[in-house]
């Protein structure tokens, strides 16, 4: 019995491959077409069923279900009212902690070169004083920092090692030689100075001033306005001994 069966399941087999891999006949054709029809039958029906549904509502539910829908559309419209307000205050929030920022950084910059931990740039004056009879000590170059000071001044350096900042000190040694901050200033002496060149110049240069001062020692000054000037000598930190921020 199983001997007899076997060619019939080689042929099924057969027809079975012939039906997956072979060109498609016409009766094939016409089942698929068959099969499309109805598909469109049933989505159509389906359509129909839901029309259906809304065209057998009573007259107060299809009201009721308007009066819901727009409740709903209400409720959506003041939930992206709300969002934009929450996306505009935040942005704004975002706006003004950034300007904080920027208004700290350049205040701790502005800092920095007035306490001489930065270097800085700008205009102002490069004063140079000849000193060949060695006269010219601590006193007069004080009193040519403080009246560059008292012109506004921003930021000072001497021979372009020494950072003169609030705390600075210039003395006499016993060899005659000038120290600002203990730091020896060979002669000649170069004093550069950032701020408004022009009134710098003329505190320097104003009778009774500096100039005269260091003539009558027998020394010259020699004051030059420029544009473009870089200090970048840098002053030490320094942590207050004494004072505290008061609160």
Do not use: C
């Not at 009573?58 to 959506?76: F, K, P, W, Y």
């Not at 920022?101 to 700008?122: C, F, N, Q, S």
Request: overall charge negative; cysteine-free.
């Amino acid at each position: 019995m199983a001997e007899g069966q076997a060619p019939d399941t080689k042929k099924a087999w057969a027809r079975v491959r012939h039906a997956l891999t072979g060109r498609p006949s016409r009766g094939q054709w016409v089942v698929a077409a068959l099969f499309l029809v109805l598909g469109f039958a049933a989505v159509t029906q389906v359509r129909a069923t839901n029309d259906d549904d809304f065209a057998g509502m009573r007259r107060d539910e299809l009201v009721t279900l308007l009066e819901t829908l727009d409740s709903a559309d209400e409720r959506l419209t003041q939930q992206r009212a709300e969002l934009a307000e929450t996306q505009r205050r935040l942005q704004q929030s975002s706006e003004r902690n950034q300007a904080a920022i920027e208004e700290t950084r350049r205040a701790a910059d502005t800092l920095a070169i007035l306490a001489g931990t930065a270097p800085a740039v700008g205009q102002g004056v490069v004063i140079t004083i000849e000193d060949p009879d060695g006269t010219v000590l601590a006193g007069p170059m004080l009193n040519a920092i403080e009246e560059l000071r008292d012109a506004g001044a921003e930021a000072i350096q001497v021979n372009g090692v020494v950072r003169v900042v609030a705390q600075s000190y210039v003395t006499d040694d016993a060899n005659g030689a000038v120290r600002i901050d203990g730091r020896e200033i060979k002669r000649p002496y170069v004093i550069e100075a950032i701020g408004d060149s022009h009134t710098l110049d003329q505190a320097v240069m104003f009778r009774g001033g500096l100039a005269d001062q260091v003539a009558a020692l027998g020394g010259e000054v020699d004051v030059e306005q420029v544009d473009s000037l870089e200090v970048t000598a840098l002053a030490e930190e320094r942590e207050a001994e004494y004072a505290r921020p008061a609160r």
